[in-house]
């Protein structure tokens, strides 16, 4: 009876240790993302005033109560195809100004950060050209320059206004 | 068996930047300043106007007021740069250096008449009305708005030189004035 059970039990034994090979399996997570090209001003509004623009001595316009008033704004594009453009709109009054008055100054804006600058007059529509900023933090200077009004006339009395835009574009390039 | 090898991708992906606006960022300047509203008034030309003698030397009217034709004073690219102003006048009435009162019969005293014109419609005059003494010697007027900035020759004449009572003048020199202003409609005689 004692060999009986011998027997029986060297076939359980042998089953015990498979001959299967353990091969790795992996599973792989790919992770991916993207940062827009961005530009945003950090400081986007300044106000330049000029104070009395016509000149006492004789009611024309004192052009250096314009040309050289500088204000900085601040701000930043992440992408190196950022460029930056300005837009000039020239002071204006709402009188009406009579043959030998002028009631509009014409100014040239520029807008300078780092090396980089762009600019615009007010005397035709529309921005300037655009400069390439690229990547960029910090101050852009605006500053005024060559003003001039119409025909050098006098100047209607009252309160004058204009603004410069400048532009940040991040000028993504799309993939095909 | 077959044990088939797993695979599992999992794929964690942003768009890329097909997707993405190219939003534009604007900073603005805003530039402002003014202009005050002013008068300027063109130096008189000339200056001083001399009428010479004023009484008539000989016939019927010898020691009374002669005829004194008008004379004409231009105050050249006077202006003002805002709408509404006015020109205002006042004259004064000759008056002989002789202060003393005069006997009766005689005046010492020369009345005219100032009238401003090329500013608004019409024109802005006074014309003096002195007694015989030289009292009451001035008068005031002023004309009717200019309704927009303007720039232009004012034209003062001196006209209608009488006596009061076309009485005899008393000998001496004789002076007078006429203060032209321009200024706002508001404020025309602010001056005076």
């Not at chain 2, 709408?83 to 002789?98: C, I």
């Not at chain 2, 004012?154 to 003048?169: E, N, Q, R, Y």
């Amino acid at each position: 009876m004692m060999r009986k059970l011998m027997i029986l039990a060297a076939p359980i034994a042998f089953l015990a240790s498979p001959a299967l090979a353990q091969t790795a399996v992996t599973g792989t997570v790919d992770i991916n993302g993207s940062v827009a090209g961005r530009c945003m001003f950090t400081i986007p509004n300044k106000t330049i005033s000029l104070g009395e623009l016509s000149l006492a001595s004789n009611g024309k316009l004192d052009a250096s109560k314009v040309n050289g008033r500088s204000e900085t704004l601040e701000g930043w594009c992440n992408n190196t195809a950022a460029s930056m453009t300005v837009t000039t709109t020239q002071l204006t009054t709402a009188t009406a100004a009579p043959t030998g008055f002028d009631n509009r100054v014409d100014y040239t804006a520029t807008a300078v950060t780092g090396s980089v600058n762009a600019n615009d007059t007010s005397l035709t529509a529309g921005a300037g050209s655009a400069s390439t900023v690229g990547l960029f933090s910090g101050n852009i200077v605006v500053t005024l320059s060559s003003a001039s009004s119409p025909n050098n006339g006098l100047m209607v009395a009252g309160a004058y206004s204009g603004n410069v835009v400048v532009t940040l574009t991040p000028t993504v390039a799309l993939p095909d | 068996m077959k044990c088939k090898p797993g695979l599992a991708l999992i794929v964690l992906a942003a768009f890329p930047a097909t997707a993405i606006a190219q939003t534009t960022e604007t900073g603005t300047v805003a530039v402002e300043g003014q202009v005050r509203p002013v008068c300027v008034l063109g130096d008189p030309n000339p200056a001083l106007v001399n009428l010479g003698q004023l009484s008539a030397n000989s016939g019927p009217r010898t020691g009374r007021i002669a005829v004194i034709a008008p004379r004409t004073v231009t105050l050249p690219a006077s202006y003002c740069n805002f709408a509404g102003s006015v020109v205002s006048v006042t004259a004064t009435a000759l008056t002989s250096n002789d202060t003393s009162a005069p006997q009766p019969g005689f005046a010492r005293a020369v009345n005219y008449t100032a009238s401003a014109s090329n500013w608004a419609s019409g024109t802005s005059t006074a014309t003096t009305a002195a007694l015989r003494d030289g009292t009451v010697p001035t008068a005031s007027g002023f004309g009717a708005t200019q309704p927009l900035p303007k720039i232009a020759d004012i034209t003062l004449t001196l006209s209608s030189f009488t006596a009061p009572g076309d009485l005899i003048l008393v000998a001496g020199n004789y002076s007078g004035t006429v203060v032209v202003t321009l200024g706002p409609a508001a404020f025309p005689n602010e001056d005076n």
